[in-house]
T-cell receptor, first 112, second 116 residues
Framework: QKEVEQNSGPLSVPEGAIASLNCTYSDRGSQSFFWYRQYSGKSPELIMFIYSNGDKEDGRFTAQLNKASQYVSLLIRDSQPSDSATYLCAVIPFTGGFKTIFGAGTRLFVKA | DTAVSQTPKYLVTQMGNDKSIKCEQNLGHDTMYWYKQDSKKFLKIMFS???????INETVPNRFSPKSPDKAHLNLHINSLELGDSAVYFC???????????????FGPGTRLTVL
């Protein structure tokens, strides 16, 4: 079992729709969860982080964490073509310390 | 004002050669990392350093040797390059001053290494 799993996609949504990106992790003691966005040929950049169970909203983005189910998701409302990128889920495991484990990423296409 | 910079941006070399990649951050962060991103875009941690001290070494071949002369710099030297080393290498930094503080990471632009 991979430590952090994501559906590789591509996920295609029409402009204005809600894009839902999902991630599961294997280390039940993980404490910190991040979503990074990576445009083609560019470096990853942080979209959101979440530490506690529940929802966290920032503009058009909402991160959701369910530690019991070991599941974290990212919702993008009113999707725009500029949201087209690869979204990387990242988890710091309980024993990881300075180690961050990334999922393989989900490619998102937003069609105009 | 570049936060995390890497040189070179592109590196094309022959099998068996030795090469280095340099990384510098001007964010005042305590922790720096090296990641390898393969052709399938999987980003895998190689090393992390905290205050110039090696913290994480993720079963990377001995041909890869990181070096941190100070908190702001983390270089990566690769000996006897192999075809499988072809990838994009990202340097990153974060504030993390201990293993209980988990901050976002800031990534450099990446170095695309091609081994022929």
């Amino acid at each position: 079992q991979k430590e952090v799993e994501q559906n590789s996609g591509p996920l295609s949504v029409p402009e204005g729709a809600i894009a839902s990106l999902n991630c599961t992790y294997s280390d039940r003691g993980s404490q910190s969860f991040f979503w990074y966005r990576q445009y083609s040929g560019k470096s990853p950049e942080l979209i959101m982080f979440i530490y506690s169970n529940g929802d966290k909203e920032d503009g058009r983005f909402t991160a959701q964490l369910n530690k019991a189910s070991q599941y974290v998701s990212l919702l993008i409302r009113d999707s725009q073509p500029s949201d087209s990128a690869t979204y990387l889920c990242a988890v710091i495991p309980f024993t990881g310390g300075f180690k961050t484990i990334f999922g393989a990423g989900t490619r998102l296409f937003v069609k105009a | 004002d570049t936060a995390v910079s890497q040189t070179p941006k592109y590196l094309v070399t022959q099998m068996g050669n030795d090469k280095s990649i340099k990384c510098e951050q001007n964010l005042g962060h305590d922790t720096m990392y090296w990641y390898k991103q393969d052709s399938k875009k999987f980003l895998k941690i190689m090393f992390s350093y905290n205050n110039k001290e090696l913290i994480i070494n993720e079963t990377v071949p001995n041909r890869f040797s990181p070096k941190s002369p100070d908190k702001a710099h983390l270089n990566l030297h690769i000996n006897s390059l192999e075809l499988g080393d072809s990838a994009v290498y990202f340097c990153a930094s974060s504030k993390a001053v201990s293993d209980t503080v988990h901050d976002e990471q800031f990534f450099g632009p990446g170095t695309r290494l091609t081994v022929l």
